[in-house]
């Protein structure tokens, strides 16, 4: 017979659950997973069921040695025991944020269409201009006043594939959390050729969208460098 989860170590499943998600949601792993203005609710959700799990214990610490039984409180290993599956995720495995692996299985890359114009603001302070490659692709088609044209900008992300004369540079984008991720991609034009899924930081001027996708921009790179990947590495 397989052991059943009785009141007791329901509760503690509970907490380890619960404390689970407010560490999560106390650091920065938590932007693997979500966006950032999830934080709170992830907290919150931990601190509650941190509480249901001391209201259970102290209701097993109650009832204990009352000739009732136990076994409606129980329930067996396909629901209690897979309470651990997220707690050994979260704080053993800690899986890392999606990447290129991802980006490159979605065949539905997020584009921006270029039928619609609007104002945007106007790229204030000295150039370079460090823009989210969502940002800066929805400037450029959407963009009456061309905000992006004609003056230096950088664009974090990682390289998704190589072309000849340069590289794919992209990022995901999540609307709610990881599981709606999808790429935004801009084609850089460079003689330098980093190494597919490394992360470097783009410095160019826009130079055009690709004639075979007219929805992507290119960025005719004058620098290109390697770095960590962000805190945050989601657009």
């Not at 799990?53 to 109650?62: D, K, P, S, T």
């Not at 897979?82 to 707690?87: D, M, S």
């Not at 801009?186 to 929805?215: C, I, L, M």
Request: proline share 7%; glycine share 8%.
């Amino acid at each position: 017979m397989v052991a059943v989860v009785n009141a007791r170590t329901q509760a503690y499943l509970i907490l380890l659950f619960g404390g689970a998600l407010v560490r999560l949601a106390a650091g920065d792993a938590l932007l693997r997973y979500v966006r950032p203005v999830a934080r709170p609710w992830v907290l919150l959700a931990g601190i509650g069921m941190i509480v249901l799990a001391v209201a259970l214990l102290g209701n097993a610490h109650r009832s204990r040695g009352s000739a009732a039984p136990t076994g409606g409180s129980s329930f067996g290993v396909p629901t209690g025991w897979l309470l651990l599956a997220p707690v050994i995720a979260i704080v053993v495995v800690a899986p890392p944020a999606l990447g290129s692996f991802s980006a490159d299985r979605e065949s539905s890359p997020v584009s921006a269409s270029a039928a619609v114009h609007k104002d945007f603001a106007g790229l204030t302070g000295p150039a370079p201009h460090r823009l989210g490659l969502f940002d800066f692709t929805t400037r450029v088609l959407w963009d009456s006043a061309r905000t992006v044209s004609g003056t230096d900008v950088t664009l974090t992300g990682f390289v998704l594939s190589q072309r000849n004369d340069g590289f794919v540079l992209a990022r995901l984008v999540i609307t709610c959390c990881a599981a709606d991720a999808r790429p935004v991609e801009v084609f850089v034009r460079s003689p330098t050729h980093p190494a597919e899924d490394s992360w470097v930081a783009v410095t160019g001027r826009y130079a055009g969208t690709d004639k075979a996708q007219p929805t992507f921009p290119i960025l005719a790179a004058s620098i290109v460098l390697t770095v960590t990947q962000p805190v945050n590495p989601y657009d």
